[in-house]
């Protein structure tokens, strides 16, 4: 992308603003912290990926520091393998990262104290109403809330009840501690919110030594502030949260002086891609996908094996940039990002997907040239590869038309093409099997039209590529496209709008030989098809190749 306009983005970015004033200020000193605060409950999406490289990069331009911090309060839905998954994605898209890797449950003990001296400053109590009957009391948008008839217990009373419901003397559901605010709040979320629950679980990290766990919205607060968090960015859906994260730390003493600023923007969502972890969650479960990184998903692990860079999606990130108004971002600035990464640093290679023989009629049976191939013309420095030629060779079944329509400049009987970096060949004769598909191409050459030596100059329109029949390397390759079919779904019925043709598996693809030299996780691209990586599933005796992107401007 294109340098000046990101410096442009970044100048309008309005979360720099507020950290370039409060640097000026002097709010927190000289320091700028930031955090990625996920829920261990899923593997990390596209989405998440923008929240990391914006609080990654925020610390990185004003030499902070950025938090891994999981937010692993809810002992029922986590679950150890996301914890890995999640740091080995923030450790790809932030290579320079320092692995501050953080988890909300070693704060417990902290939060636990904190909410005491919130009781004792009279400004939490603990309730005795069922869930349903404070979900009764809470109003509702256009009416205030009622008062719980223990909203007034003694601080005395309340210090005992905490400890005893800290102690496991509860069951749960039994008692809460809530917020002592205002009932009659225009804010529903200021109207005496439940802090602390009781949850007879076993926690990941910290086993069955609590049997009390923080709400999220008392938890959150507490945890950036004791990190010392200096920018608390999340997405849109928090801005109503933003009045009760203020009231808690500007209630505790050790961050009332500076407390955390909770800053929101909207969330990413992609065209063509359903995102929400829930929803990506049923379809590997019900098996829609083979598994999260299945390269069809919008997770980080699915981008990585389809072979999508840690730079394109920065700068993917970079270039949508932030704002407060939700929207759509299409697709095609993904992939654009990735082709412009891409563009310059893999080689070309000639890859038949779809293969039919094309015979030389006229050409020495025995006989091979080496033609002298460019491996990247944007990038001379890449150099050249020597690529064998011979009598038989591999087209693409869809260069070469019995009968073709007007404007098809590529092979049909009677008709020339060049040979890409060979020779021009004439097609004089194809060959069909007994259900009328055809089998062979027969051609003749031109011993004077080698790439590269003087020849009449005469023009041909097409270009085709080849694989020499003879020295061809087998693979596998996969070509994937958009998860969703059309724009039109939603969480109700995403599963009914699925693309049916997201993947498509060719078995017989044929590829110059110098893709031997390659290992998994190398990428190319394959001349006319766009760009590739050879996948983790590939075998010695089973060459798999993922399509990342096809090339912008189809050669058709
Ligand atoms: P999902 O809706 O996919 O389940 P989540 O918000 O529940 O996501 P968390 O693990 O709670 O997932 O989120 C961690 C962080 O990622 C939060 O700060 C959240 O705001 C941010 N985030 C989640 N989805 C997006 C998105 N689509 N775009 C940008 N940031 C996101
Ligand atoms: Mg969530």
């Given at each position: 992308m294109n340098d000046n306009n990101a410096e442009n983005r970044e100048s309008v970015n309005f979360i720099q603003k507020i950290i370039n004033e409060d640097l000026i200020n002097g709010t927190y000193g000289n320091r700028v912290q930031t955090r990625f605060p996920p829920e261990p409950n899923g593997y990390l999406h596209v989405g998440h990926a923008k929240s990391i490289c914006l609080n990654y990069g925020l610390a990185k331009k004003n030499n902070g520091i950025f938090n891994l911090r999981f937010?692993?309060?809810?002992?029922?839905?986590?679950d150890e393998s996301f914890v890995e998954s999640i740091i080995k994605d923030v450790k790809w898209l932030c290579?320079?990262?320092?692995?501050r890797i953080f988890f909300a449950s070693d704060y417990f003990e902290k939060m636990y104290e904190y909410a005491v001296e919130l009781i004792k400053k009279g400004l939490a109590y603990i309730d005795d109403l069922s869930a349903d009957e404070i979900r009764e009391y809470r109003g509702t948008l256009t009416e205030p809330g009622k008062e719980s008839?223990?909203?007034?217990?003694s601080i005395e009373e309340n210090l005992e009840m905490f400890e005893k419901m800290k102690n496991g003397d509860y069951a749960n559901g039994e008692k809460v501690l809530r917020a002592k605010?205002?009932?009659?709040?225009?804010?529903?979320?200021?109207?005496?919110?439940?802090i602390y629950r009781i949850l007879h679980e076993t926690h990941h990290?910290?086993?069955?030594?609590?049997?009390i766990y923080p709400m999220y919205d008392y938890a959150h607060p507490v945890e950036d502030a004791i990190e010392g968090i200096t920018h608390s960015v999340c997405t849109l859906e928090f801005e109503d949260h933003r009045p009760f994260y203020e009231w808690v730390l500007n209630n505790l003493d050790d961050f009332k002086a500076a407390p955390t600023k909770q800053i929101e923007f909207a969330k990413l969502f992609l065209s063509k891609t359903m995102m929400g972890k829930r929803y990506l969650k049923k379809m590997v479960e019900e098996g829609y996908?083979?598994?999260?990184?299945?390269?069809?998903?919008?997770?980080v692990a699915a981008l990585r094996r389809r072979g999508y860079t840690s730079e394109a999606i920065q700068s993917f990130c970079e270039a949508i940039g932030v704002s407060k108004a939700q929207s759509v971002v299409d697709i095609a600035m993904l992939e654009y990002a990735v082709r412009d990464d891409l563009g310059p640093k893999v080689p070309r290679v000639m890859a038949v997907l779809n293969p039919i023989k094309l015979i030389i009629?006229?050409?020495?049976?025995?006989q091979v040239e080496y033609m002298e191939s460019e491996n990247n013309p944007d990038n001379p420095q890449m150099g050249s590869r020597m690529v064998p030629f011979c009598k038989e060779l591999y087209i693409e079944?869809?260069?070469?038309?019995e009968e073709p329509p007007k404007?098809?400049?590529?092979?049909?009987?009677?008709n020339e093409v060049r040979l890409r970096n060979a020779y021009f060949v004439k097609c004089v004769d194809f060959v069909k099997d007994a259900e009328g598909n055809i089998t062979e191409v027969h051609c003749t050459y031109d011993p004077?039209?080698?790439?590269?030596s003087g020849f009449d100059g005469r023009k041909v329109k097409g270009t085709i590529h080849w694989v020499s029949a003879k020295h061809a390397v087998d693979a596998q390759v996969n070509l994937y496209d958009y998860?969703?079919?059309?724009?039109?779904?939603d969480k109700t019925n995403f599963l009914e709008k699925?693309?049916?043709?997201?993947k498509i598996v060719l078995k017989n693809c044929k590829l110059e030989?110098?893709?031997?030299e390659y290992e998994t996780g190398d990428r190319f691209q394959f001349l006319r098809h766009g760009y590739f990586i050879i996948d983790t599933d590939t075998r010695l005796d089973n060459l798999v190749f993922n399509r990342i992107v096809q090339l912008k401007s189809s050669y058709k």
């Open positions: 937010d692993d309060t809810n002992p029922t839905k986590e290579p320079d990262w320092e692995e008839p223990f909203r007034n217990r605010i205002d009932m009659a709040s225009g804010n529903i979320n200021m109207r005496d919110p439940v990290n910290t086993g069955d030594k609590w049997c996908v083979d598994g999260w990184d299945d390269p069809r998903m919008p997770t009629t006229n050409y020495p049976e025995d079944r869809d260069d070469f038309m404007k098809y400049y590529r092979l049909f009987p009677g004077e039209t080698k790439s590269g998860m969703m079919e059309d724009q039109d779904y699925l693309n049916p043709n997201s030989p110098s893709i031997k």
